[in-house]
């Protein structure tokens, strides 16, 4: 069974700072990943996804995370993190081979950012 | 392209009630998911329509739990007899099997049981 783990409830960052949020997937084949952002009293939103081919993929925001296999990592980083990063990331996994189907999400990581 | 679409966006309950939840997904969307967020947890799968048909279930759902997509557009999510336990965030969300793989999510309903 896939699962999704996620090191780190709640990271504080400065503004300007790196941003590194991790994630690490258990599956017997490498699914498709994903990182969305969640905003107080909000849905999800997409940041990026990694389906195939380039292993290092850049979403909205600044934001961009890399694929390892060998690691099987799915990490997110910004270079600098600005006030509005302020929120909770979720990493998610689904199944590769069903055109995508359910989303198996991580715990979460709540980013807060000191000015 | 007016994106997914929860309703109502709060809804507060007596324990033993029932309660309905809509979801309009985006519009050439053939795929609905529904999944459950306790605070501090992310979100759980708890089932996904493609077009009308319903292709997965989650053993989460318990026999209290009944969704429906009757004709391949919006859905129901219904919950019958509630329970304090379920009081949570129901969100929904749809994708273009396919097409592409991500999902799209609605604001959420947010379910409190007293």
């Known amino acids: 069974a896939q699962s999704v783990t996620q090191l780190g409830s709640h990271v504080s960052v400065s503004e300007g700072a790196l941003v590194l949020l991790r994630c690490n997937y258990s599956?017997?084949?490498?699914?498709?990943l994903f990182w969305y952002v969640q905003y107080p009293n909000q849905g999800l939103q997409l940041l990026l996804k990694?389906?195939?081919?380039?292993?290092l993929v850049k979403g909205i925001n600044g934001f961009e995370a890399e694929f390892k296999k060998s690691e099987t990592s799915f990490h997110l980083t910004k270079p600098s993190a600005h006030m509005s990063d302020a929120a909770e990331y979720f990493c998610?996994?689904?199944?590769?081979?069903?055109?995508?189907?359910?989303?198996?999400f991580g715990q979460g990581t709540e980013l807060s950012v000191k000015p | 392209d007016t994106g997914v679409s929860q309703d109502p966006r709060h809804k507060i309950t007596k324990r033993g009630q029932n309660v309905t939840f809509r979801c309009d997904p985006i519009?050439?969307?053939?795929?609905l998911y529904w999944y459950r967020q306790t605070l501090g947890q992310g979100p759980e799968f708890l089932t996904y329509?493609?077009?009308?048909?319903?292709?997965?279930k989650s053993r989460l759902l318990s026999d209290r739990f009944s969704a429906e997509r009757p004709k391949g557009s919006f859905s129901t999510l219904e919950i019958q007899r509630t329970e304090q336990g379920d009081s949570a965030m129901y969100l929904c969300?749809?994708?273009?099997?396919?097409?592409?793989?991500?999902?799209?999510f609605g604001p959420g309903t947010r379910l409190t049981v007293t």
């Open positions: 969300a749809s994708s273009f099997a396919g097409l592409t793989y991500e999902q799209y």
């Open positions: 599956s017997s084949v490498p699914p498709y």
């Open positions: 990694y389906t195939t081919g380039a292993t």
């Open positions: 998610a996994v689904s199944e590769r081979g069903n055109q995508g189907g359910k989303l198996i």
């Open positions: 519009s050439e969307h053939n795929r």
């Open positions: 329509f493609q077009n009308e048909a319903q292709l997965e």
